[in-house]
């Protein structure tokens, strides 16, 4: 069991389908990832990262489980924090679950070391991320927040 973890739980009315694309397209997650896109050939034992709009890998790791529409699990490295980086690979768990017109989206983001501070600055990150998905998918419009990637962005 981890000895840190966040938990995010979140509702949102799109179909598996349309949320596991909005999951994955670079296309899409620029929209409301602060302009940001995911690279990978999405199978287990492929590489995973995410990119910044100058090109700067933000993080990177590894597909550890996908099973389109229902559960994608990866390892997670920060690549651009001095602080962060040395904590080493954590781990990151999107499921979805239909529940009538909606979908249930959990997302887990833990690591096997006690008060992890990468774990602290993804528990404040993807809070705004999520709710941006969720506003993209059900009114066609990201918060206005998470479009546009930050002053000084992936600075090391």
Known sequence: MAESRFVYVTYIRTTP???????????????YWCETHQESEWKPGASWRIMAPDGTVCDSGEIIEIEPHRRLVLTWRNEFRPELRPEGYSRLTYELEPQGNAVKLTLIHEIDKPDSKLIQAVSGGWPAILASLKSL????????ATRRWPAGGCKK
């Open 17 to 31: 389908e349309k949320l596991w694309r909005a999951l994955l397209d670079p296309e899409f997650t620029r929209r």
């Open 137 to 144: 998918l059900e009114t066609g419009e990201s918060l206005e």
